[in-house]
């Protein structure tokens, strides 16, 4: 594995939002999830699209704070622009599970 620097670390923004809408992505090309996340006022609201249908269901996901690189360039998933990279981790069957802070916090506060 390679090192990087505090300093390199610093570069990946990652921020903790709130999903506000999440609407089903039946046209990507893996079963995925829009995501409307608001980060605060520096921020606002981003989307994104993840492929998380395994563990989650669209109307379950409103309200729920998550953790997502916020200063990563927009990128085209299919006719959706995702604009943040919300983060997870592999579950046992290798299926997305989301990073989500133990306890309410501020949205828009940075990993550190």
């Known amino acids: 594995m390679d090192s990087i620097t505090f300093d390199d670390f610093l570069k990946v923004d990652i921020r903790v939002g709130q999903i506000t ?5 039946p046209e990507a090309r893996k079963p995925a ?3 409307w996340v608001d980060f605060g006022d520096e921020i ?3 989307k994104s699209s993840a492929q998380i249908t395994k563990h989650y269901k669209p109307e379950e996901l409103i309200g729920k704070q998550v953790m ?10 299919g006719k959706f622009i995702s604009e943040v990279l919300v983060l997870g981790v592999p579950d046992k069957e290798n299926e997305v599970v989301l990073l989500t802070p133990d306890k309410t916090v501020r ?6």
């Open 33 to 35: 999830i829009k995501l």
């Open 21 to 25: 809408r999440a609407e089903p992505y």
């Open 68 to 77: 997502a690189v916020v200063n990563f360039p927009p990128r085209q998933i």
């Open 44 to 46: 606002g609201e981003k």
């Open 107 to 112: 949205i828009g506060g940075r990993l550190y």
